[in-house]
């Protein structure tokens, strides 16, 4: 017995008689094929058809590729289309355990649902097969999953109270990233120029505080889903200016003190430059660095109450101490400055 297909085999090959045979047929792809199977002996001949319906299925999905952001879920629509009559229950799995496939099997003809979430940046094949029986066939899927970093430059700010201090914020998109990040800070005391940057780029933090203090400061990048935040520390330093005693009593032509004392605030040590509203007075040293000491002396020449402030000024910032003199003296008259009188008599 011979077949005339090549994806056909007869066993056994011949029978005696009357017998039996097995015709196998494996065929690669969905058709309907008719094999012919004969027999001879000798000047005998005969034939028969046996028509093979050979099924499949295909599996493809759509979009084959998926851009999405990191933290929020990408979909693809998995279909599975029955070759041939087909109507086997396919069983479909996905490689990735980021993802899920709802439904999970389709009876021969239909479509599922892939959903991916994926927490950083990064191009993931998912591969999604589709099992019935010995069949099985697949189709992959890749995700483009984008998003961006947010960092600061300087990461620590000193400056001094009521001075601008700026920090560069810097956006750098990630595995193609194109979106519009917007930038906003915790602070009331801060602002950020522009407040949006478009992919990657740069954008200006500023605060000014009012007074010493360690100050941290939150900028927060938004884009759709996305959420990053960098931490800018701003120490903010100052120094104050105080006089002991604040009221002094003087006579007048005498030289009287008082101590002017510079404190740090925060670490401050920058050079704070003393000065007198007063001529009259001096200040030595006339500077002190950071914390430290200084004498004003004041000599007034007449009676009078004189409030003499001093200043420290160090860069922007400026702060006083006002020192009281109270300025006594006396007075001595005659009345009258002339006297007539005869000698050897008293006259007042």
């Known amino acids: 017995m011979t077949t005339n297909s090549t994806s056909c085999t007869v066993s056994p090959a011949s029978v005696t008689g009357s017998g039996s045979a097995t015709l196998s047929c494996t065929f690669a792809a969905a058709s309907t094929v008719h094999v012919g199977v004969t027999g001879t002996s000798g000047s005998l001949s005969h034939s028969v058809t046996v028509t093979f319906v050979v ?3 295909t599996i493809t999905a759509s979009p084959t590729s998926v851009t999405v952001n990191a933290g929020s879920a990408g979909t693809s629509s998995i ?3 029955a070759l041939n009559g087909f109507a086997g229950v396919v069983s479909l799995t996905t490689n990735s355990t980021s993802c899920t496939i709802s439904p999970t099997s389709v009876t021969g003809s239909g479509s599922a649902t892939l959903s991916c979430t994926f927490a950083a940046a990064s191009t993931v094949h998912v591969g999604v097969t589709g099992t019935s029986g010995s069949l099985s066939h697949s189709v992959t899927v890749t995700y483009i999953v984008q998003d961006f970093t947010i960092t600061a430059s300087p990461a620590s700010v000193t400056v001094l109270a009521g001075s601008a201090g700026t920090s560069t914020i810097t956006i750098t998109g990630l595995n ?8 906003a800070t915790n602070s009331t005391s801060c602002a950020v120029s522009p407040t949006s ?3 990657s780029g740069t954008s200006s933090l500023s605060c000014t505080f009012a007074a010493a203090s360690t100050v941290h400061v939150g ?5 759709a889903s996305l959420s990053h935040s960098v931490t800018v520390t701003f120490v903010v ?3 104050t200016v105080t006089a002991s005693p604040t009221s002094i009593t003087v006579n007048a032509g005498t030289a009287a003190t008082s101590t002017i004392t510079v404190a740090s605030q925060n670490g401050f040590a920058g050079v704070v430059n003393l000065a007198s509203n007063s001529t009259a007075c001096t200040l030595t040293p006339t500077s002190v660095t950071g914390s430290g000491s200084s004498t ?3 000599t007034f020449t007449t009676a009078s ?3 003499v402030t001093v200043t420290g000024t160090s860069g922007a910032r400026s702060h006083s101490a006002t020192v009281t003199y109270t300025v006594q003296d006396f007075t001595i008259n005659a009345s009258p400055l002339s006297v007539n009188f005869t000698p050897g008599t008293a006259a007042t």
């Open 176 to 183: 193609g990233f194109a979106g519009v990040v917007s930038l």
């Open 55 to 57: 099924q499949d299925f």
């Open 219 to 223: 900028v927060t990048g938004t884009s």
């Open 237 to 239: 330093q100052d120094f």
């Open 79 to 81: 279909t599975v289309t």
């Open 305 to 307: 109450t004189v409030h």
């Open 197 to 199: 940057v478009t992919g």
């Open 296 to 298: 004003l002396s004041c």
